[in-house]
Every structure is written in structure tokens, then in C-alpha cells.
């Protein structure tokens, strides 16, 4: 019956030309028009990439309460087009917008609703009433089915994973020229300086559709290498991103590291934005700085006297985001990576 199903969404679909958002998801000024097709609907004979998929942040995207909280703030149907992409999800999405705000849940959202699936298989997989398979050479399947090399490469990232910010102007969105994210740019500078790998290489090994990142604990602390070194008889931290083809952290603007001595905060990787105002009247979010670790160049800190004990916190969001109390703590903050200093002299700890 599922096979049924996804033949019916796909021939609904037709063979004509792709629309214009069919690929570039990175203005996210309205829905992905592909077929709401489920993903149980792909699981019968895909089901090690279902299970996967379903520990995924993909799987989670409009349903985590760090997005939920940052959506209760400023309800845009911009965020709900990155989060829920598809025309169908998308629109179940806004009709309960309200209870999305008030509840920060999915609660209210009937169970049914492709809403909750998040980043769902059609959403990479189909266009034009096709299923695409980055396998260059198709296996028989009981659905039609394509080869797409542009699944495999880095610039399909792109498509999430770098875009515009904007503005409302009389009620209406407004790209602005100010990206909000540019982890596919960093990459491109990384393998300009000799980085080799794609995003694939690194967050599908194995072509595995967990998408392991910044929610993978062991992940993450493996990006991350913290020394402690005597210069001049003062002690200095030192943070490096290790493996990491982009900026540490990268991705959403609220995203960085604290370094800190003892219980003092003595260093912050990441970006900083604010609210400025424009020779036309109207306001606009601008980056203001961007301390984030960059790949090959290691951050040198020097330590108050006295430090007993060196830490690295990653954080999801900013200090305003924890003290709404609308997300637990230990959802907005881990601890990397920690080292004692014994002596005066450095000494490492466990993580």
C-alpha cells in the first residue's frame, strides 16, 4: 500500500519543469512545491536510512524547543519554510502558529501532519515525479527513479546552510544583503587553503542519513582540541578547531564557545549581531563581529593568575535565550572540553 502511495504523490507531481525553488532553498521566501510524501511511506525498503534519518536533527528541525523558542520570539513564515519546507508541512505549520508560540510543541499539530517529520525525504529526494539517487548507476526500483549528482555536492548544502537574513517592511519579508549563515563559504575558503573533503565526507559517512553535527556530543568534542601552555610565566589557553572544514561553531547566528577560567568567562568564539538603524529610517540586523574559530589558526588566551581549572562550553543560544527558562539548561549548554591546572602548571583532566 505505501508503494501505492508514493507512486500516486509522484505521478501527481507530473514531468514538467522544476520551479524555481526547486533546488535553491537558501531564500526560503515560500514552500518547496514537492509532493507530501512520508517517510514511513520510504521505510519498508530504505529502512536503515529511516532509522537514521529518524534520530536525526533533519527528522527534528521544526520540532526542537531551541527553534521553537527563537519562533515563539519572531514568528516569521520565513523560519517555518527552513524548518518545515515542504508546501504541505509548511502550511500546517502557520494554521497552528499560535499554539506553536504559546506551547513551544508540536503538541497541537495533529499527529498526522508531515509537520512533524521536519527535513523529510521528498524534500531532497523528489522533483518532477521523480525519486533522485546520488548513485550514479540506479538499481531497479518499484518507483521512478534518477541519478542526480548534485545530491552528492557540497553546493546542495548550500541550499540550507547558507542564506540572506531580512527585514519587514509593511508587514511584508525583505532579503537584506547580510548572511545569517555561511558555513558553504567557509568550506569553499577551507579547501582554498587546502582542505580536502566535502560536507557529505564528514556528515554522511558512509552516506548514513543521521547527519551527525553540533547535537552529536562525541562529534562535537572531537572538533575541538584545548591546551594549556607556560609563556613568560603566564598561563595561556589554547583553542583549536580540529578537522573542521568551517568556522567552530558555524551555522545559527546564536551558536558559540565560552572559554572559561575557573568560573570566569575569559574568552567568546562566535558571531555577534545587532538591531542597526538605516540612513532610510528602517532597522536591520547586522553581524557586528566574528570571533568563531577558524579552521588552521589556533586562539591564544591568556589565563588570570591563579586559574585552577580551564573550561570550553558550547553553547546553542545566547544567555537571553536561557533566562526566558523556556528550554532546559543542559539543552543550551555543554561542557568540551575542561583541564586543571596543578601548581601552576598546566595538567589535563578529563572531559
Not at 502558529?97 to 504559546?102: H, K, N, S, V
Not at 562525541?218 to 589557553?237: C, D, I, M, Q
Not at 528550554?327 to 596543578?342: F, K
Request: aromatic letters at 8%; one cysteine or more.
Amino acid at each position: 500500500m505505501r508503494r501505492e502511495v508514493l507512486l500516486a504523490a509522484l505521478l501527481a507531481t507530473g514531468a514538467g519543469a522544476e520551479p524555481p525553488s526547486a533546488w535553491d532553498f537558501g531564500h526560503f521566501m515560500e514552500p518547496v512545491r514537492v509532493p507530501g510524501v512520508s517517510a514511513e511511506t520510504c521505510e519498508p525498503c530504505h529502512t536503515e536510512v529511516y532509522e537514521a534519518w529518524s534520530q536525526s536533527r533533519h527528522r527534528r528541525s521544526l520540532d526542537n524547543r531551541v527553534f521553537l523558542d527563537g519562533f515563539a520570539a519572531e514568528p516569521h513564515p520565513r523560519c517555518v519554510y527552513c524548518h518545515a519546507p515542504l508546501e504541505e508541512q509548511a502550511r500546517a505549520a502557520l494554521r497552528w502558529r499560535a499554539a506553536l508560540i504559546r506551547e513551544r510543541t508540536l503538541a497541537s499539530v495533529p499527529a498526522a501532519s508531515l509537520a512533524h517529520e521536519g527535513i523529510t525525504c521528498s524534500t531532497c529526494h523528489v522533483r518532477q515525479g521523480v525519486v533522485l539517487t546520488a548513485n550514479p548507476r540506479p538499481p531497479e526500483a518499484d518507483h521512478p527513479l534518477r541519478s542526480e549528482p548534485r545530491l552528492a555536492e557540497p553546493s546542495f548544502c548550500a541550499s540550507c546552510h547558507e542564506f540572506l537574513g531580512h527585514e519587514v517592511v509593511d508587514g511584508k519579508s525583505r532579503l537584506t544583503d547580510e548572511k545569517m549563515q555561511t558555513t558553504w563559504s567557509e568550506w569553499r575558503a577551507w579547501t582554498a587553503r587546502g582542505g580536502k573533503g566535502t560536507c557529505q565526507d564528514c556528515h554522511m559517512p558512509g552516506k548514513s542519513h543521521a547527519f551527525r553535527g553540533a547535537y552529536d556530543l562525541a562529534f562535537l568534542r572531537g572538533a575541538l582540541s584545548l591546551r594549556l601552555e607556560s609563556t613568560g610565566g603566564r598561563l595561556v589557553a589554547v583553542v583549536e578547531s580540529q578537522g573542521v572544514g568551517h568556522a567552530f561553531p558555524t551555522g545559527d547566528v546564536f551558536r558559540h564557545l565560552q572559554l572559561w577560567a575557573d568560573e570566569r568567562s575569559v574568552a567568546r568564539f562566535g558571531q555577534t549581531f545587532e538591531l542597526q538603524a538605516l540612513e532610510d529610517g528602517t532597522f536591520q540586523v547586522r553581524r557586528t563581529g566574528n570571533t568563531a574559530l577558524q579552521p588552521f589558526v589556533p586562539a591564544r588566551v591568556p589565563l588570570p593568575a591563579g586559574t585552577r581549572r580551564v573550561r570550553v562550553t558550547y553553547h546553542y543560544a545566547e544567555e537571553r535565550h536561557a533566562r526566558r527558562g523556556t528550554v532546559p539548561r543542559n539543552e543550551l549548554v555543554v561542557e568540551l572540553a575542561a583541564r586543571d591546572v596543578s601548581g601552576g602548571a598546566p595538567r589535563n583532566s578529563a572531559r
